[in-house]
T-cell receptor
Framework: DAGITQSPRHKVTETGTPVTLRCHQTENHRYMYWYRQDPGHGLRLIHYSYGVKDTDKGEVSDGYSVSRSKTEDFLLTLESATSSQTSVYFC????????????FGPGTRLTVT | DAKTTQPNSMESNEEEPVHLPCNHSTISGTDYIHWYRQLPSQGPEYVIHGLTSNVNNRMASLAIAEDRKSSTLILHRATLRDAAVYYCILRTYTGNQFYFGTGTSLTVIP
C-alpha cells in the first residue's frame, strides 16, 4: 500500500474560520487528489494536482483552495468554513500511464458548527 | 468520462460467489474499467481493472462483455470482510481522474 497520511484525522471548527487539511505521501506519485464524501453522493473530486505547483479544479471546488509546494505534500484549505463543508475528506495519490491507479488515505472527518 | 450504472445494493450469503454488475453503454474503445471498494470507515481500495479481456487476481475476477458495454466483478467466495461499497469506474487511456458514482453496497449474510 502507498504511504499516505492525512492530518488531522478529526476536526471540529466553527463557521467562518479557516481550516487546512494536510496530505502527505511517501511514494513519489505524480498525481494527488482531494475528494469529499457525503451520504448519498459517493466521492466527489474537489481539486487535484499533476505536479509541484500544478493544480486544477474538480467538480466541487467552490470554497476550497489547494497548494502543492513539494511532491509529497498536498494541502486543502477552506478559507472560511461553512456548515455545508462538513464532510469526510479523502486524499489520494495516482500513478501514471497504462497502469494508472489511485491510492487513498484514511480520511479526515471535518465538522463545521 | 463515460458514466456507469450499478445497482444500489446487493446481498450475498457468506462463502457463496457474488456477481456485481456494471453497465457502461457509452464506453469508448480506449476506456479502462476499474473497480474499487470501500470498507466501512476507510478510503477506497483497488480491486481490479481491465480493458478488453477478462482479468483475474487474488481478490476477484473481472468479466467484460464482448461489446464492452457491461462488466461483472466476481467475488468467488464472499466473506464477511467483503461487505463494502463497490465502485465501477471508467477511465480514458490518457486520463488521470476517476469519477465515482454511488456504487453498490454489498451485504454479506453469515
Amino acid at each position: 500500500d502507498a504511504g499516505i497520511t492525512q492530518s488531522p484525522r478529526h476536526k471540529v471548527t466553527e463557521t467562518g474560520t479557516p481550516v487546512t487539511l494536510r496530505c502527505h505521501q511517501t511514494e513519489n506519485h505524480r498525481y494527488m487528489y482531494w475528494y469529499r464524501q457525503d451520504p448519498g453522493h459517493g466521492l466527489r473530486l474537489i481539486h487535484y494536482s499533476y505536479g509541484v505547483k500544478d493544480t486544477d479544479k474538480g467538480e466541487v471546488s467552490d470554497g476550497y483552495s489547494v497548494s502543492r509546494s513539494k511532491t509529497e505534500d498536498f494541502l486543502l484549505t477552506l478559507e472560511s468554513a461553512t456548515s455545508s463543508q462538513t464532510s469526510v475528506y479523502f486524499c489520494a495519490t495516482g500513478t501514471s500511464g497504462s497502469a494508472y491507479e489511485q491510492y487513498f488515505g484514511p480520511g479526515t472527518r471535518l465538522t463545521v458548527t | 468520462d463515460a458514466k456507469t450504472t450499478q445497482p444500489n445494493s446487493m446481498e450475498s450469503n457468506e462463502e457463496e460467489p457474488v456477481h456485481l454488475p456494471c453497465n457502461h453503454s457509452t464506453i469508448s474503445g480506449t476506456d479502462y474499467i476499474h473497480w474499487y471498494r470501500q470498507l466501512p470507515s476507510q478510503g477506497p481500495e483497488y480491486v481490479i481493472h481491465g480493458l478488453t479481456s477478462n482479468v483475474n487476481n487474488r481478490m476477484a475476477s473481472l468479466a467484460i462483455a464482448e461489446d464492452r458495454k457491461s462488466s461483472t466483478l466476481i467475488l468467488h467466495r464472499a466473506t464477511l470482510r467483503d461487505a463494502a461499497v463497490y465502485y465501477c469506474i471508467l477511465r480514458t487511456y490518457t486520463g488521470n481522474q476517476f469519477y465515482f458514482g454511488t456504487g453498490t453496497s454489498l451485504t454479506v449474510i453469515p
